[in-house]
């Protein structure tokens, strides 16, 4: 009798786990066809959500959401590596799309951004899934944060890959840049789409989810609030500075290219230009210039008080340094204006080249050089010593920087700290490329508290206040001659928090990130019977 019912109990406890593994295999079939419509739907929000030419900021808030489920619903090692190889695709996209996909060492630095990127998925799918109090819906942005501004610190790449870039219209939620920096819009973006999934994971049935949506709601109505409450209460004074941004007509551009192409000799490499006979490289040079002067005039005599040119647009040789600046200087004087020159200043030794910006007072007198501070990769130069200039005028005070500098946090911080009330920002952008660093400059307005006049050849020109509205643009592909004229707020300089408290926000998140990975580990080990330190003792 006992042999009997030890076959039926052991014939039971099959057939349980044979009913168990049909219907966890039945459970698994069900959620394959939804989780391959989650991953398709998310990565295609994804690549929509990438801030590029094409982005649509709501994509931003949805793609997070549709990943986060499929995470849940596929096992952790099998559903993370996809969420991932979805991240990846889109840098790919972004990367083919400005062209930046031909350099080596950029897609080096996207690779390492999109396991940066996958992490607060890692976080959420073996956090916070083990609970389900709404607290855990702060794990996805914390960690989100954690990374965007790790990867800003240590990549030496700028604050690329942040989420909060892509909310540049939405200027409501925008002013929160001047409080947390950037950070604090992806903040905002990632804690809704995880507010949203862990909602969708009780069925949106209110009286689960009510007290979450609440407080969710609540922040979400604070930050709005304030943030058009600082638009409406504290718009610009309406003392402003008209301020042109010029570059040279494409007529001028291609009688230079003309020329230089005659000359015989590759005279785009700057070491062949050094080398090569200087009356034929002059008389190459001389149509961009010659327009570049010709436009400061024109824009002064029709009430320019401020004349800023594009990034290495202009190309001089180091002899001529000072017959360029002194007739600029004669404009100046004449029209009582401050010009902004910027151009490549090409050298008889390795590297042959520096990027600069000088700038002209009506005192016709230099008051400052800059030499650009990050050169980007395609750029072999040697970067200037890091030192913002800024420069006392009737109309504030006048910092500069170079076009890739602007995408450096802590190298903006030092305008705001010299106190400057209006950014000059000489760039040069590219066909695939000519919208980002424009729409990127509202949020660093916002978040200094100056105004911003970028004036991009091959890009968006634009004239942003410090609140981010865009006082004017000028997209150089769309005109026969760019320039931009716009009157820019001129105020009393004002900080804001988040230029005398830094990243602190961005610290906190990295504090809590701390306490994600603590949670984690205990989690591990609760559920493989460990006992945590010290537990079990008297």
Known sequence: ML????????????????????????????????????????TVLLVLAVHSNWHLASAAWLFPVFLLRYARLRPAWRGLPRVGYALGLAQLAWLASTGLVFVPSVVAVFAVLTVVQTLPFVA??????????????????????????????????????VLGFTQHGFL?????????????????????????????????????????????????????????????????????????????????????ERALHGAGTELWRPRNLVRADPRRVRAALAPV??????????????????????????????????????????????????????????????????????????????????????????????????EVPVTGSPYGRLATVICY??????????????????????????????????????????????????????????AVDHQGRVRAAADYFTADRQTLVAEVPVQPRTDTLYSRTGDLFALLCAGGTLLVVALGVRGRRSAAGVPAPGAGRP
Request: net charge positive; aromatic share 8%; proline share 6%.
């Open 405 to 462: 500098d602007a995408d450096f946090p802590a190298l903006m911080r030092q305008a705001a700290d010299r106190g400057a009330g209006l950014l000059m920002v000489p760039a040069n952008d590219w066909a695939g490329f000519e919208s980002l660093h424009a729409q990127r400059a509202v949020l660093r307005s916002v978040e200094y508290g100056y105004a911003m006049v970028r004036q991009s050849v091959h890009g968006v020109a634009t």
């Open 172 to 256: 409501p939620l925008v002013q929160l840049a001047s409080v947390t920096g950037v950070y604090g819009v992806s903040f905002v973006v990632a804690w809704t789409a995880s507010v949203a999934h862990w909602a969708w994971g009780r069925g949106f049935r209110w009286r689960e989810i009510r007290r979450g949506a609440l407080v969710w709601a609540g922040v979400l109505a604070l930050v709005l609030g304030a943030g058009g409450v600082r638009l409406v209460a504290f718009a610009p004074t309406t003392t402003t500075v008209r301020v042109a941004g010029v570059s040279a007509g494409h007529p001028a551009v291609r009688a230079g």
């Open 3 to 42: 042999g009997i019912r030890e076959r039926g109990t052991a014939g039971g406890a099959a057939g349980k786990a044979r009913g168990g593994t049909a219907e966890r295999g039945a459970r698994a079939a069900r959620e394959r066809p939804a989780g391959r419509w989650l991953w398709g739907a998310g």
């Open 289 to 386: 210039t010659d327009d570049l002067v010709a436009a400061t005039d024109r824009e002064a005599r029709a009430g320019a008080r401020i004349v800023v040119w594009p990034e290495t647009q202009a190309r001089v040789l180091a002899p001529d340094r000072k017959r360029l600046l002194a007739r600029v200087a004669a404009i100046a004087r004449k029209r009582q204006v401050y010009v902004d020159t910027a151009f490549a200043l090409h050298t008889p030794r390795p590297p042959y080249v520096r990027n600069v910006a000088a700038l002209v007072t009506p005192e016709g007198k230099v008051a400052r050089t800059y030499d650009k501070t990050h050169p980007t990769p395609m750029e072999p130069m040697t970067p200037g010593p890091g």
């Open 124 to 161: 959420d799918r073996l956090v916070a899934a083990r609970s389900g109090a709404v607290w855990s819906t702060l794990v996805f942005p914390v960690v989100l944060v954690c990374g965007e501004y790790l990867f800003t610190l240590l990549a030496g790449f700028g604050d690329y890959g």
